[in-house]
């Protein structure tokens, strides 16, 4: 086998061998970011909840006020109500966009 021969065999080899590797860690990664899902998430909450001090200090107002049970009651409740309004706004936005759909070429400057 000729030099030639010899270098290019041996470099569809390592080719194949890295995109092999490749695909494990891709694969590594995903399962990687799918574990720190959590952790963003939580990472998140404690950014927004210390970006706005007054929203702090009215939750623990509430609770000094009203004790946890109350608290909690309301809380949950509170949360459910803005779930539902964000569900019905996005609902009502997908209907608008469906009866009244943007003119081609409107997207350029969004």
Do not use: C
Not at 10 to 24: M, N, V, Y
Request: hydrophobic share 45%; no cysteine.
């Amino acid at each position: 086998m000729s030099r030639v021969a010899e270098l290019r065999a041996r470099r569809e080899g390592l080719l194949t061998r890295s995109a092999a590797l490749r695909a494990e860690m891709a694969d590594h990664g995903y399962q990687l970011e799918e574990a720190m899902t959590p952790v963003d998430r939580g990472v998140n909450l404690i950014r927004t909840v210390s970006s706005k001090p007054v929203m702090v200090a009215a939750g623990a107002s509430l609770l000094f006020a009203l004790g946890p049970r109350r608290t909690l009651g309301w809380v949950s409740r509170g949360l459910f109500y803005v779930s539902l309004a964000r569900r019905a706004f996005g609902f009502l936005a997908e209907r608008r966009a469906r009866q009244h759909p943007a003119p081609p070429g409107s997207d350029l400057f969004v």
